[in-house]
């Protein structure tokens, strides 16, 4: 009987990269610990809905424990990862405790950035968790019963005041999704404010929304944007956030509701690496996805910078990170039979982005769509690869119910709330 | 064309009480405004299903607004009420408006007590809101996770140990289903520790667990419980309760999930009404619900201490609190039109509570039911009386999933998950 103990593979991060690689490497001869400060896998392309009331958040996260309660060569550890001590081979958790690794895997993903503006933070928050998802809830639903209450027309207009920063696939969902809340879903329930006046402006630095897809159909997301009531503007970057509102070039602009959507830099952890990093954060991997100079640790997801056969970035979405996720586990099991790793390859299957009810835009090889065709495409495919039996049915009846009835199934505010309050996460 | 402004009718409470009593008004010459510090109506009896992560929580609460966009007549404001300022014929609220009243609906409902001994409610919580059950889900959840990073044998068991106070429906609904997760749901996904083995203990000091039943099927809701799993003593009172654990009778007993079920009070409130108070701080009302010596205010659901005629008191229950909502309505409609309001009486349509997987019991005049026959009825009963066609769907899906599955659909921890951070509200 062989009794040397099986390689320990150690995966940081139960997103799509540390998930895919983890369940990639259920029949081989490792011992796997996964690491994750959440107990849940999230799934992240719906997390604007939790955001706006349209999804519970269980609806969308499954206990990262339950996933892989049958993959008998993995252990999950509830915990923060504080350092990767790579010359010691092993990690620091936040709850004292270490994991010494044979091979690690670092998909921590990448959390919201305000690239030298973090004070900017606490008056617009980004979404990233279902904490954040949550967070903007509250905020949203406040915002709109504090107009109710608010007898000052210029406070109350401010109140009805939202601004989404960043005209990418994020904040364009947002602005779509909370344009159609103040112009259907609240119909009829307020008696001082009529919701369906409230501003949804949607404001993006650059030149057009949606840079990642073709000219033609950013200019259509625009116009679906502008027909669901969102004001667009672009080319205009903000300049200054606070409690008050934000400014928008040299205009100050009074906004009680502010979000974030403007950019994203990899988890923090990344620097205790050592090695180059790039811009936004992200360690610069080999074509492998190994660390360069560390043969033992791996990159996957949001946190790796890698590039295209074409020299274009590989984009942050979830497909990437899955095909990272199982290429790294190849790459594993190919150093275990002290094999040369083949290089990572993207495979790129399109870009789609939804922009509210009945819209959206699809840019899948020569074929392009937008609207509603678009949208039932989205929806299927987001359906689809949500994970679980339960949460597809779930979610597809919640968006069945809300198509017809314009209502929003999670409008509930959690925690205190007594005004002053309002700023604060989610209690 | 008649000018006088109608009367304004605040209530205070959208709980079965303030939102049946508002709804019974719809039609009468009234305008109403219903104060509420949530935004939402809770389906108060299935809210230890959130609380044991089998339900999410938007499936048991509705939007206040939207449940009531139709009628009109009312205005909902969301706030906390501090004081009546009956003299005035106003209240004071937290966010530093008043309202002033001609007359007033008082249901603000009851909430946890501890009996002066309110340095328990730190290491015990209780469950009344949602916020109570999110907290007591995370608790739940990290005392495993706990247990399973814990190597120390003694540290493991007393996160193993669950331990509910108080022996009334709430306990024995949380107790029975605490067992099925640790039985079943969390099978196979730990790895160090066996959930199966986790201790969960019902304390009640009174002779019998359930003992608004009768004496019989007491003794045979006590053997299903033990069936499921739990460890029921009855006849012994806690006398201590810390971060470690809680003194049973002179013994101490290592815990770390300390839940409180052993008793309510009536909202705080009804202090500021400066009239004769019961032992657990309702107000003794007339028999038309009415205050006395304060003709234009009512008192509706646990806030009120009224009597039957047979001599025992009308419970605090949804139907009772639904009752004197549309009774207080009448009452008021009487005054409106300088009638004599009739008495209250309350009709006894029977008593049932849930103990877990398959078992309840039924006391229906002569019927009595235990067992899965009852707990059929309890289902049907509450999928019935929830509001809403989409909340009812959702938890009807929710419970045949979890039925066949054994899964629990909200499994979800938000929130810190640092340690240390245990015994926090849910964040």
Redesign the interface.
Known sequence: MDVTPLPHVVVVGGGFGGLWATRALARDPVRITLVD????HLFQPLLYQVATAGL????I?A?L??IL??QRNV??????VEAVEADAGRIRL????TLDYDYLVLASGATHAYFGNEQWAAHAPGLKT??DA?GIRRRV??AF?RA??ETDPAKRAAWLDFAIIGGGPTGVELAGTLAEIARHT???????IDPAGARVRLVEAGPRVLASFPEDLSARAQRQLERLGVEVVTGTPVTAIDAEGYRLGDRFMPSRTVLWAAGVAASPLAKSLDVPLDRAGRVVVEPDLGVPGQPRVFVAGDLAAIAREDGRPVPGVAPAAKQMGRHVAGAIRARLRSQAAPAFRYRDWGNLATIGRMAAVVHFGRLKLSGLLAWWFWLLVHILFLIGF?NR??VM??WT?AYW?Y?R???????D???GDDRD???
């Open positions: 400060r959440s107990n849940h519970s958040a269980p609806d996260a206990p424990r339950h309660r049958r252990e999950v550890r509830l915990a923060g936040d709850d004292g405790g279902l904490d949550l639903l406040l019963e109710e209450a609240l119909r009829d329930e307020f008696r001082n339960r049915v779930v009846f919640n119910w009835s209502q199934a999670a409008r509930i505010i959690f925690g709330t007594t005004p996460g989610p209690a």
